[in-house]
């Protein structure tokens, strides 16, 4: 007898996650698996609760109940090393949070020269490469200042990459931007998916999450709602407060 050789662990596996602030329940069991490469994409109303869920994959929240699994390292283990953990996932906001009298290159070599992740050699190599990656080959040396809004993003985005993660977190990673600059910033995250990044992405860009994600999923008052393929949740979605989302919102 021989067991199959395909590896079916899942990258993140999420169980009756419940996260609530004082008496305000805003998770109220959340369960869900992603499969290593695998692009999902979180819609959902204002308030209900798609970046607490985000932050509570790489424990950026302590959780209130339920277990969050990486990599099958369980994120509420009190022994874990959640540093360690988190170098593994990198997580991209709305608002880049560039070191303003650092370079590009400097923003991105910070974290694996300072975790002694890499010397500083290494460090600059792979920043070189990472900001050609993103398009920004000949900002290297150019500060947050001189950036447009799509540069400084795709330089966070950069220096995500740098710790080498193999999760990658996108909270609204285009909403602060102007319109001109969003299709650079998607078309990063575009790369990223087609490169066999695993991803879970929260974000307003319908278009994208219909062309991009392998599963959506509809989160409302701290629920999943309704998930599924891009053309069943866009396409022919089951539940009533889907439908009515994306009535407003397409
Ligand atoms: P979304 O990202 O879908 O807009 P959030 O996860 O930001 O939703 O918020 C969900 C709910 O949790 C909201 O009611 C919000 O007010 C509340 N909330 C979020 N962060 C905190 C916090 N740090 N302290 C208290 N309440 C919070
Ligand atoms: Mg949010």
């Known amino acids: 007898m021989s067991e199959s050789v395909t590896s079916t662990e899942p990258k993140i596996s999420v169980t009756g996650l419940v996260k609530s602030y004082g008496d305000n329940e805003v998770l ?3 369960d869900v698996e992603i499969a290593p490469g695998e692009v999902v994409c979180v819609i959902g109303p204002s308030g209900s609760g798609k970046s607490t869920f ?6 950026l929240e302590d959780i209130t109940g339920g277990s969050v699994v990486v990599d099958g390292v369980d994120l509420t283990d009190k022994k874990v090393d959640i540093d360690e953990v ?11 949070n560039l070191f303003p009298h650092m370079t590009a290159l ?15 050699e290494e460090a600059r190599e792979n920043g070189i490469r990472l900001l050609g990656q993103v398009g920004l080959a000949d900002k290297t040396e150019a500060r947050p200042a001189n950036l447009s809004g799509g540069q400084k993003q795709r330089v966070a985005i950069a220096r995500a990459l740098a710790m080498n993660p193999d ?14 600059m969003v299709g650079e910033v998607l078309q990063v995250l575009r790369d990223l998916a087609a490169g066999g990044m695993t991803m879970v992405v929260v974000t307003h860009e ?13 989160m409302a008052d701290g629920y999943i709602v309704e998930e599924g393929t891009p053309e069943g949740v866009f396409g022919n979605p089951q539940q009533p407060r889907t439908q009515d989302f994306l009535r407003k919102v397409l």
Not at 54 to 59: A, E, M, P, S, V
Not at 106 to 120: F, G, I, Y
Not at 167 to 180: K, Q
């Open 28 to 30: 109220k069991g959340i």
């Open 54 to 59: 985000l932050r509570c994959l790489n424990r």
């Open 86 to 96: 988190r170098q593994h996932i990198g997580m991209v906001f709305q608002h880049f």
């Open 106 to 120: 400097e923003n991105v070599m910070l974290a694996p020269v300072q975790t002694k992740k890499s010397t500083k």
């Open 167 to 180: 999760v990658m977190l996108f909270d609204e990673a285009t909403s602060a931007l102007d319109p001109e």
């Open 206 to 218: 319908m278009g994208f999450a219909r062309e991009v994600s392998d599963r959506v999923i509809f």
